[in-house]
């Protein structure tokens, strides 16, 4: 189960090795500073998925192990500010998430905003820019992989989504064709191709960082009922990591 993290930090990085692989993960948290007072929301609310894509830090976090890669998690909510959305989004900092207002995201000044986009959102992707300046420099072939999960059903929804793992994508079409393919040949649940999100529209770290760089990566995106606790998470991230070795073999 999901807990709040404090304290919040920008981001961490770790290394399990010397493969070309970065794995990153922008909502890995859901922690901010204790003076926001969660924003008005209630305590429990930081551990549902308007918050935190739960589940993707450990995903993140075990395939970089298995496979040997270096890992960067973002350390404060997406609520706070959410590192993948540009500066313009109107949903940068979300006043309403999945049908919840959030009130201690209503009615910014400019000044509010400017502030959170200087503390937060800023340093974060200085941190994530220079992590992918880096593999592209030691590493003549470096693959990122950009890790999500998504709720099994929005607020109002009626129907659960059918999707098991998603793939999202737009610059490196290839790389996510591959992928499908081969993890729709390992599970017995739908694979999203653009499902349930469209990276055409949500994917602004790959977007700023990895593309400009002709990186060859995968954005994926997992449901959260599938890697819910530590051992779903292990066996899920332990498949994907498969996957994605086998992905480099035809880079």
Not at 90 to 105: E, H, K, R
């Amino acid at each position: 189960m999901t807990r709040v993290s404090t304290p919040y930090y920008i981001a961490r990085e770790d290394r399990f090795g010397d493969s070309p692989i970065l794995v990153f993960c922008d909502h890995a948290s859901n922690a901010m500073p204790a003076e926001m007072n969660c924003l008005g929301l209630p305590s429990d609310m930081l551990e549902t998925h308007i918050a935190v894509d739960i589940g993707a830090g450990a995903v993140a976090e075990a395939m970089a192990r298995n496979l040997g890669a270096g890992v960067l998690t973002c350390g404060y909510s997406r609520l706070v500010i959410d590192p993948n959305r540009s500066p313009s989004a109107p949903d940068l900092i979300p006043a309403v998430a999945d049908q919840i207002p959030v009130p201690g995201n209503r009615n910014l000044t400019d000044a509010e905003i400017e502030a959170r986009l200087h503390e937060f959102h800023e340093p974060y992707h200085e941190r994530l820019g220079a992590a992918v300046t880096d593999f592209g420099a030691r590493f003549d072939r470096p693959l990122a992989v950009s890790v999500h999960s998504f709720t099994n059903r929005l607020m109002g929804a009626g129907d659960e989504r059918p999707w098991g793992a998603g793939l999202l994508w737009r610059h490196d079409e290839a790389a996510a064709r591959f992928f499908i393919k081969w993890l729709e040949a390992q599970v017995d649940w739908p694979v999203g191709d653009n499902e349930p999100y469209d990276a055409r529209v949500f994917n602004y770290s790959v977007d700023r960082h990895i593309a400009p760089m002709g990186m060859r990566h995968l954005t994926l995106e997992v449901r959260q009922d599938l890697i819910s606790d530590d051992e779903d998470a292990a066996q899920i991230a332990d498949l994907l990591a498969r996957g994605v070795q086998e992905l480099r073999k035809t880079l």
